[in-house]
């Protein structure tokens, strides 16, 4: 491939419990959930009640600003909760399965003959339009808006994420049915940037978009790195960006003529028991997802995608409108080290030489806990977030002036061209301790806010 861009700042953590490209029978579920904390930037409205009987594709909610989004039920069934927390604020809304499957019909699209309005109001009616999302802010897209361009990042880099070349066989069709609704969007380009000598055919001779290959470790998949590298965001610039799995969902609709949200998700980490991938419908319970496939007795941490970005959830939790893989690893609250980090170990990771894994190559795999390994202390300029932050921008000032909140240093310092889950590696690494995406998404939301 001609065109190809190499990472070199980043890092690959090796973790035990990656799945196979194997399919994973796993308990068809009895409920699913929509979540509104899953899709930033919506004020939802509830619009069904507890007894109403739904279609797969009927409207659940609709965002207050802007009611043409709609967040659709993955099955049809009875609402049998609209769960509500602190000052009325929606949870969830869940779905009991009637096991009949019945969708609301939207009826098969010949994308080539529609033109832009068409193809926005299509997925504007069948709840697709929340698995758009746009940059600045990391919010759910204003179908109001043209953007200057789409990303689309055909590979996931983060630790046991699934392998999107196997996810895609069989899905060819819809994949490039979905792109080319995509680049009906905008009059710019759609870009799908793609892992250089690992990406499947369908990928590499994808139609209607620019392919560019990446090379190098995490987060060499994240698509704020790819536009970075790309073509940068510049303030007054909107940009979209979906995810390739729900570039399917797109694409679906317009095959199909519903509302399917059904996806693999793989099953990952240290202890499970089972691993491979499960054909599972967006909102899907965790307990259906695992059961039987993590090891029993011990405190775990179930994770709604990777281990440095993914939702905590229980095992009574459901899976996230945008997640593509479940992980479980030790909770570790109850381990006590003797001497703690003080000790001399070669059997756990480190980004530095404190400990002697560093002896052993970079094949070896790791079994982390969730344990933090230390207090939360005041921020340390060690430039640590510079060595896995591969974008044009200064993370640890950038982070400080979110922090205050001053919008001209944050502007100037590149807040426009980040999403919280950039900072996943820089958070790890943090010796302070500190929870940077949160500040990040704090931050965007109030920008939000602020210019709006």
């Given at each position: 491939m001609a065109n190809v861009i190499k990472i070199k700042k980043g890092l690959d953590i090796n973790l035990k419990g990656e799945a196979k490209e194997v399919p994973l029978q796993v308990r068809k579920s009895e409920t699913y959930a929509v979540c509104p904390d899953d899709f930033d930037g919506v004020v939802p409205k509830v619009v069904v009640k507890v007894g109403d009987r739904v279609k797969a594709g009927s409207a659940l909610m609709v965002d207050k600003n802007h009611p043409e989004v709609k967040f659709v039920s993955p099955v049809s069934g009875e609402v049998v909760a609209v769960n509500r927390g602190e000052k009325r604020k929606v949870l969830s809304i869940v779905v009991k399965d009637d096991g009949e499957m019945a969708y609301v019909e939207f009826g098969k699209k010949d994308v080539s003959s529609m033109s832009a309005p068409e193809v926005k109001d299509a997925l504007l009616e069948a709840g697709l339009w929340p698995f758009i999302r746009q940059r600045p802010y990391d919010i759910v897209a204003n179908p109001q808006n043209e953007p200057r361009d789409i990303f689309i990042s055909g590979f996931d880099s983060a630790p046991l994420a699934p392998d999107f070349n196997y996810v895609l066989k069989g899905e060819e069709k819809n994949f490039q049915t979905g792109l080319?609704?995509?680049?009906?969007?905008?009059?710019?380009?759609?870009?799908?940037?793609?892992?250089?000598?690992?990406?499947?055919?369908?990928?590499?001779?994808?139609?209607?978009?620019?392919?560019?290959?990446?090379?190098?470790?995490?987060?060499?998949?994240?698509?704020?790195?790819?536009?970075?590298?790309?073509?940068?965001?510049?303030?007054?610039?909107?940009?979209?960006?979906?995810?390739?799995?729900?570039?399917?969902?797109?694409?679906?609709?317009?095959?199909?003529?519903?509302?399917?949200?059904?996806?693999?998700?793989?099953?990952?980490?240290?202890?499970?028991?089972?691993?491979?991938?499960?054909?599972?419908?967006?909102?899907?319970?965790?307990?259906?997802?695992?059961?039987?496939?993590?090891?029993?007795?011990?405190?775990l941490r179930y994770i709604?995608?990777?281990?440095?970005?993914?939702?905590?959830?229980?095992?009574?939790?459901?899976?996230?409108?945008?997640?593509?893989?479940?992980?479980?690893?030790?909770?570790?609250?109850?381990?006590?080290?003797?001497?703690?980090?003080?000790?001399?170990?070669?059997?756990?990771?480190?980004?530095?030489?404190?400990?002697?894994?560093?002896?052993?190559?970079?094949?070896?795999?790791?079994?982390?806990?969730?344990?933090?390994?230390?207090?939360?202390?005041?921020?340390?300029?060690?430039?640590?977030?510079?060595?896995?932050?591969?974008?044009?921008?200064?993370?640890?000032?950038?982070?400080?002036?979110?922090?205050?909140?001053?919008?001209?240093?944050?502007?100037?310092?590149?807040?426009?061209?980040?999403?919280?889950?950039?900072?996943?590696?820089?958070?790890?690494?943090?010796?302070?301790?500190?929870?940077?995406?949160?500040?990040?998404?704090?931050?965007?939301d109030m920008l939000y806010k602020e210019l709006n």
């Amino acid at each position: 491939m001609a065109n190809v861009i190499k990472i070199k700042k980043g890092l690959d953590i090796n973790l035990k419990g990656e799945a196979k490209e194997v399919p994973l029978q796993v308990r068809k579920s009895e409920t699913y959930a929509v979540c509104p904390d899953d899709f930033d930037g919506v004020v939802p409205k509830v619009v069904v009640k507890v007894g109403d009987r739904v279609k797969a594709g009927s409207a659940l909610m609709v965002d207050k600003n802007h009611p043409e989004v709609k967040f659709v039920s993955p099955v049809s069934g009875e609402v049998v909760a609209v769960n509500r927390g602190e000052k009325r604020k929606v949870l969830s809304i869940v779905v009991k399965d009637d096991g009949e499957m019945a969708y609301v019909e939207f009826g098969k699209k010949d994308v080539s003959s529609m033109s832009a309005p068409e193809v926005k109001d299509a997925l504007l009616e069948a709840g697709l339009w929340p698995f758009i999302r746009q940059r600045p802010y990391d919010i759910v897209a204003n179908p109001q808006n043209e953007p200057r361009d789409i990303f689309i990042s055909g590979f996931d880099s983060a630790p046991l994420a699934p392998d999107f070349n196997y996810v895609l066989k069989g899905e060819e069709k819809n994949f490039q049915t979905g792109l080319d609704a995509l680049k009906k969007l905008t009059s710019g380009k759609v870009y799908l940037g793609v892992k250089n000598g690992a990406a499947a055919e369908a990928l590499l001779k994808a139609k209607n978009v620019e392919v560019v290959a990446f090379e190098g470790p995490h987060p060499a998949g994240n698509v704020s790195v790819q536009i970075n590298h790309i073509a940068p965001i510049n303030k007054g610039d909107i940009v979209w960006v979906v995810r390739p799995a729900d570039v399917l969902l797109i694409g679906r609709l317009f095959n199909k003529g519903v509302t399917d949200l059904s996806r693999k998700v793989v099953v990952t980490g240290s202890e499970t028991t089972e691993r491979g991938y499960a054909d599972v419908l967006v909102g899907a319970s965790m307990c259906s997802i695992l059961e039987g496939k993590v090891l029993t007795g011990e405190d775990l941490r179930y994770i709604s995608g990777n281990v440095l970005t993914g939702k905590k959830v229980g095992l009574d939790g459901y899976l996230g409108a945008y997640a593509t893989q479940v992980t479980v690893i030790p909770e570790g609250d109850d381990v006590h080290e003797f001497l703690g980090w003080a000790m001399p170990r070669c059997d756990q990771f480190s980004t530095s030489h404190t400990y002697f894994s560093w002896l052993r190559g970079k094949n070896t795999e790791y079994c982390f806990d969730a344990r933090i390994k230390g207090g939360k202390r005041a921020m340390i300029m060690s430039h640590d977030y510079d060595k896995v932050f591969p974008m044009d921008i200064l993370p640890e000032y950038l982070l400080k002036a979110i922090i205050a909140f001053n919008i001209d240093k944050m502007e100037n310092l590149g807040i426009y061209e980040v999403a919280p889950e950039d900072f996943a590696l820089c958070e790890f690494v943090d010796v302070s301790k500190i929870e940077l995406q949160k500040i990040v998404r704090n931050g965007l939301d109030m920008l939000y806010k602020e210019l709006n």
